[in-house]
């Protein structure tokens, strides 16, 4: 069995100081075997937010894999967003486009899909899914295969906005190499989907997971929240924690159980 902390959009420089000691909390008393964190650690992208991300997840006593938001490029400042989108990121937080964790049971790698021209949807290309893929080679099929994104593959509902750039490639590629969950942000609103629902090319069972801003005052009706994933040989379950205004606590549990070759949904409200 591992666990996953799954978070995602804390936005250094619109964070909640009393939110962060308690996720910090409520992070050491579940001990997740690996804290999943999907983009967007600041606001601007300005080096005061990334000093304040850099020694945040420094205080996370677990390992760590993060990738970059579309926020974490610099908006305003043109040149430094076309030419060095990504300095400020690399220098404070990780030089690392493709963070790989792998232990005996799950295999996690994160890519980068945020990018200069791409203010919402952000874009995958055909050399980070061979890099994907080439990374996955290497573990058994007995291993729960995970892709870290910003950017989602799906919209929650009732949000009419644009998903990753080459979501469907994207997913093809991914069935191909076995991936069983994709967890991204971006949209500030949980959410889980099935892969196969959205995609009719995809045939392997593939859990769609977004989360919530875990920590940042950027709320779009629903409080801060962060997924807390169990992965098992046959049932993947995700509890959904949210900030009751003292501290994380359950909200829901979504349970997966796998049956053939499909998901088969045992609990929660998807």
């Known amino acids: 069995m591992r666990t996953i902390a799954h978070l995602s ?3 250094f420089g619109r964070e909640k100081e009393e939110i962060q ?21 600041t606001q601007r992208a300005l080096r005061k937010e990334f000093s304040l991300a850099r020694a945040y997840l420094k205080r996370i006593p677990f390992p760590v894999i993060v990738v970059p938001g579309n926020h974490d490029i610099p908006f ?6 076309f030419i060095l989108p990504l300095m400020r990121y690399k220098y404070y937080i990780s030089n690392d486009l493709y963070p790989v964790f792998v232990d005996d ?9 945020a990018r200069s021209l791409a203010v919402h949807n952000g ?48 997913l093809k590629k991914f069935d191909e190499c076995g991936v ?12 889980i989907g099935e892969a196969d629902a959205h995609f009719p090319d995809v045939r392997r069972p593939i859990l769609l997971v977004h989360a919530g801003t875990t920590i940042s005052t950027r709320l779009k009706q629903e409080v801060n929240s ?27 549990t979504y349970e997966y159980g796998r049956k053939g ?9 998807a």
């Open 9 to 11: 959009d804390l936005h």
């Open 21 to 41: 000691e308690s996720l910090l909390e409520d992070l050491k008393e579940l001990k997740p075997s690996v804290v999943v964190i999907s983009g967007d650690l």
């Open 76 to 81: 305003f400042n043109l040149p430094r967003r």
């Open 105 to 113: 049971e799950v295999a996690v790698v994160g890519i980068n899909t």
């Open 123 to 170: 874009r995958i290309s055909s050399k980070q899914l061979t890099q994907v893929c080439h990374a996955f080679a290497d573990v058994s099929e007995d291993h729960c295969k995970i892709v870290v994104t910003h950017h989602p593959f799906i919209c929650p509902p009732n949000i009419y906005r644009p998903t990753v750039g080459s979501a469907a490639a994207a």
């Open 180 to 191: 069983d969950i994709l967890l991204s942000g971006h949209y500030h609103r949980g959410h």
């Open 226 to 252: 962060y997924n807390f994933l169990t992965i098992k040989k046959n049932e993947i379950t995700i509890d959904v924690r949210g900030w009751n205004g003292k501290a994380f606590s359950h909200v829901r």
């Open 261 to 269: 070759e499909s998901l088969t949904m045992k609990g929660g409200v």
